[in-house]
């Protein structure tokens, strides 16, 4: 069994990541942390685990951690992130990091769009980015895997096998997605809390969001040179998901048809990438680790529309698709 800790354990990719290894037939739990005031039975902190988990959320100890476990599900905000993880890595974990600290290797990119200085370039380098379907072979050998955010994990799918054959202009990439409210986390502000989420939906981050950056890095090492990506985000009334609609210009005329087999060919094999027939909606895949893609040639132009649960794709049923990787299990388990 591999042993698994979860750092963040009270927030909600927390409590995702302890729904999915619950199930899971070859990991187990052996060590949850949060801050100190929320801390507690686990079945006391989310009543949804009531006798299903008799262990404690506990402050984090790193010499009762060394030794109780194999790997770390390091679910913490940016920036505190990386004040844990040189110390998990140091008691000899494998760390699965949920935060952007190990995601943007250009320092300066980092410190732009996060506001604070990066204090862990010596991890920062050798982190992999945990995009199983794109960077499975890097995933096998690492120690540190920054986990994809979520809006980047639904648009670099939709147009990663445009990026990988040459078929798109790559300035031409606009990215116009909505998120579920839980993407932002247990914590309301005022502008994501119930009354005015409730009957709402909004654009916000014009031109400043911090998915922005990231995307263009890794779609630029998918497509081997610079990719402009314009990415919009909007915040929507509903719990859990992200649809994405990716429009682009294609380097040279075609079909429906041929995007169609392009991508069913791309993605042959792979278990949680589906290409649909129709439009995805997010509402078939919430609770899951699927990502529906539809890929659509519309007058001149390519749109690509995609949908995953942020919380699972887009957060913690990926990063247990990269846990699975790295011991060596076979990638879907624990995973629906
Ligand atoms: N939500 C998503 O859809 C999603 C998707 C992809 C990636 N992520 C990333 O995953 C990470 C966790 O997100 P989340 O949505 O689970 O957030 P969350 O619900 O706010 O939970 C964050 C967790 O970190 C703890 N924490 C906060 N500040 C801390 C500190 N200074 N020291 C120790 N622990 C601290 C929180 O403790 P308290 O319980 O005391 O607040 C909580 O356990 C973030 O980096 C986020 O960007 C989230």
Avoid: W
């Avoid at 986390?185 to 005015?196: D, M, R």
């Avoid at 027939?277 to 509402?283: R, Y």
């Amino acid at each position: 069994m591999v042993r698994v800790a979860i750092i963040g354990a009270s927030g909600y990719t927390g409590a995702e990541s302890i729904e999915i290894i619950l199930r899971h037939s070859e990991a187990e739990l052996t060590y949850l942390s949060a801050l100190p005031e929320e801390c507690g039975a686990v079945e006391e902190v989310f009543p949804r685990f009531k006798g299903r988990c008799g262990l404690q959320i506990e402050p984090l100890d790193i010499d009762k951690l060394t030794g109780l476990a194999d790997v770390a599900l390091c679910c913490l905000p940016h920036k505190v992130s990386m004040g844990f993880v040189p110390k998990l890595l140091k008691a000899g974990l494998k760390v699965v990091d949920f935060s952007a600290d190990y995601r943007i290797k250009d320092t300066e990119v980092y410190e732009k769009f996060y506001q604070v200085k990066h204090t862990d370039t010596a991890n920062l380098k050798r982190a992999v980015y945990g995009l199983p379907e794109l960077f499975r072979e890097q995933i096998k050998g690492a120690c540190l895997i920054a986990n994809p955010g979520c809006f980047p994990t639904g648009a670099l799918l939709a147009i990663a096998p445009l990026l990988k054959n040459g078929l798109v202009e790559t300035n031409s990439i606009i990215v116009n997605a909505v998120t579920g409210i839980s993407g932002a986390g247990k914590n309301p502000s005022v502008k994501f809390h119930y009354p005015n989420m409730n009957e709402n939906i909004f654009a916000y981050g014009i031109g400043t969001h911090r998915h922005m950056p990231e995307m263009e890095q890794i779609a630029g090492v998918i497509a081997g040179s610079d990719v402009n990506i314009l990415f919009q985000p909007h915040a929507g009334p509903f719990d859990r998901g992200i649809l994405s609609t990716v429009y682009c210009h294609p380097k040279k005329k075609t079909t429906g048809e041929q995007f169609m087999k392009l991508y069913k060919d791309f993605y042959a094999g792979e278990a949680f990438v589906q290409v649909c027939s129709e439009a995805p909606a997010v509402k078939n895949v919430a609770g899951t680790n699927y990502c529906h893609i539809y890929p659509a040639f519309v007058k001149d132009r390519i749109v690509v529309f995609s949908a995953i649960d942020n919380l699972v794709k887009g957060a913690s049923g990926q990063a247990i698709q990269n846990m699975n990787i790295i011991f060596g299990l076979e990638e879907t388990l624990g995973l629906k």
